[in-house]
């Protein structure tokens, strides 16, 4: 088998960059760590996704080798990894699940939470590290530390990098992936001490785990097999069809579900692909192409001038045939026309493609570095993506941390009521956008059988709770008939709420008005759509009319569906005086 020349092991003094970029971008990443995480105001996580998540991982029981939790709209990689950190915190800061004390348990819910998202941080700065590494190869310190440094401050991956979510770790395994392919190309003067077959087997463990994480990562097999092919004219197939081995192997040892419960992964497998082709409900209605959406989500997530010079570092580098690039982009452009494709337009989705950009922007900043004279325009040009000169970078990134790491609008808007004797009206169920009202308040859809979490495991129990709160008491109106509340008949923004309850608050937040005001300019909307929308501004008509808004909590800004977890906006209204 033949070597590639390759970077041999570095000088122990050349470790102190990429350390430096490991910990900026991990110091960021632990700043907002705590940011909504369940206290005595609200037992629940401010993230959707987090019980969701966390429950189902508690399927898992790694010490009886049983990796089937049932549960497969996501592959069972990370939730391995965090059952193994519940695991942990059980065993060194105790607690557990316990039915019969329910304050313990959400303490413990807690600090599972933290493991996870400190596995994000982690991840997270470990991206960034990758991106280092790859970039020493192609280019000089310069630009390796200012491709690494990219990752470490894009705002939304930092923001990401905090949540116990599957979306950041899938991105590390996609770059490390993508960083054993890259050691495949022959570099001058460099000595690789690993064979092709090595690298390519690393390739694809990381590819499968990555798609263990979340399926979409299969793609970076893409990158392997161009590049394989690309350096070894005869050896070329074989080290592609070691890498898909690899890659299926791992895949499946981490997802065994795929075999054993075929059925109900096919099932949710299916589920989440007709999900992502259909929409989310009213949050993405109406906007533009996920082509054109998921540009403003770059610009967002990193930068405008980060995400310009990333692009055309990747574009740049391709024309000049440099295969590092082209390896890349065979991984780049299929997965953004697959999440262009998409009706769910998550920013999230976009950090994948943050490899390549990061790869890219590093690139262009040590090639202008190297030519020096009127290039050195393009190096000011980058420093001032970084430091977040027309969005993104540091700039945006010092405000989501500061929205994490201060007051909760949620939180504030539940001191201002909490306690006291009056009624407070909801336009939707309660949930994670709910303000901390009282403890349970926001706190469904967490009930796993065989896990005794106290709450509520259908509607009708979770509504007949409700009505025994107090101080203030809530009011989520339900149509009655013989005297009976008929849960089915329920709607958002029912403007009986106003007629026939009448609270003397009423309160919603920005994830409760999302798209709302799309749908009136889309020129068919759905029906279900256009109903819900005429249903709300019928709503706001009135409650202009008998309630008078009392005070506004939050930025009273539209974020992306996944930034405005940290900042939504809650508006208070309360009833005219007579």
């Keep these: 088998m033949s ?33 909504g995480l369940p206290n005595e105001k609200h037992v629940q996580s401010y993230h959707p996704d987090e019980g969701y998540i966390w429950v189902r991982s508690q399927l898992i029981e790694p010490a009886k080798l049983n990796f089937t939790p049932h549960f497969y709209n996501y592959g069972t990689f990370y939730l391995t990894t965090l059952k193994l950190a519940s695991d942990v915190v059980a065993g060194y800061a105790g607690g557990g699940v316990d039915p019969k004390n329910p304050d313990a348990t959400w303490d413990y819910v807690r600090k599972c939470h933290l493991a996870g998202r400190i596995i994000s941080a982690l991840a997270g700065a470990g991206t960034a590290l990758i991106v280092f590494l790859a970039l020493r190869r192609f280019s000089n310190d310069f630009g390796a530390f200012f491709g690494g440094l990219a990752i470490a401050v894009a705002p939304v991956h930092v923001v990401h990098s905090q949540f116990q979510t599957v979306d950041v770790l899938a991105t590390l395994l996609i770059a490390l992936s993508s960083f054993y392919a890259l050691r495949l190309i022959k570099i001058e003067g460099l000595v690789e001490k690993s064979s092709d077959v090595k690298l390519a087997v690393l390739s694809g463990l990381f590819c499968g785990l990555s798609a263990g994480t979340k399926y979409t990562g299969i793609f970076c097999l893409l990158t392997v097999f161009t590049i394989a092919l690309a350096t070894q004219k005869k050896a070329g197939i074989k080290l592609c069809l070691i890498a898909l081995g690899v890659t299926t192997v791992s895949f499946l040892l981490v997802t065994p579900g795929a075999i054993l419960e075929s059925g109900l992964f096919i099932r949710d497998f299916t589920f989440e692909m007709k999900h992502t082709s259909e929409g989310h409900g009213l949050v993405f209605a109406g906007t533009s192409s996920g082509f054109i959406y998921h540009i403003a989500n770059l610009f967002l997530g990193m930068g405008l001038i980060l995400s310009i010079l990333g692009l055309v570092g990747l574009t740049f580098g391709a024309y000049r045939k440099h295969l590092w690039a082209i390896g890349l982009l065979a991984f780049f452009l299929p997965y953004y026309i697959l999440i262009g494709r998409a009706e769910v337009k998550f920013v999230r989705y976009t950090f994948p493609l943050y490899v390549g950009l990061g790869v890219g922007f590093g690139w262009m900043m040590g090639r202008a570095r190297e030519k020096g004279g009127k290039w050195h325009g393009l190096v000011g040009l980058g420093m001032l993506g970084v430091g977040g000169f027309v969005g993104g970078g540091f700039q945006a990134t010092a405000r989501y941390l500061a929205w994490m790491a ?6 504030e808007a539940g001191t201002y009521l909490a306690g006291k004797d ?9 949930w994670f ?8 308040l926001g706190q469904r859809y967490m009930l796993q059988e065989g896990i005794g979490l106290v709450g509520y ?35 958002d923004w029912d403007e009986r709420l106003i007629k026939e309850a009448g609270p003397d608050y009423i309160v919603y937040s ?20 256009k109903a819900a929308a005429d249903r709300a501004r019928a709503f706001m008509d009135r409650l202009k009319q008998e309630y008078e808004f009392d005070r506004q909590l939050g930025p009273n800004q539209e974020f992306i569906h996944d930034l405005m977890y940290i ?12």
């Design 433 to 440: 956008y709910t303000p901390a009202f009282h403890p349970y």
């Design 457 to 491: 495991s259908t509607y009708p129990k979770f509504d007949a709770a409700i009505a025994q709160f107090q101080s203030p008491r809530i009011i989520r109106f339900v149509p009655e008939e013989g005297g009976q509340r008929i849960v089915t008949l329920r709607s």
């Design 510 to 529: 920005s994830f409760e008005t999302e798209g709302l005001d799309r749908i009136g300019k889309m020129e068919k909307p759905d029906l279900g759509m």
């Design 422 to 430: 009056v009624s407070v009206g909801l336009v939707t169920d309660p």
């Design 567 to 578: 900042q939504p906006t809650v508006w208070i209204w309360k009833r005219k005086a007579p």
């Design 3 to 35: 070597k590639s020349p390759s970077l041999a092991l570095p000088n122990p003094k050349r470790w102190g960059l990429p350390l430096l970029i490991f910990a900026i971008a991990l110091g960021l990443r632990l700043i907002g760590i705590g940011w």
């Design 406 to 411: 201060g007051p909760e609008p949620r939180d």
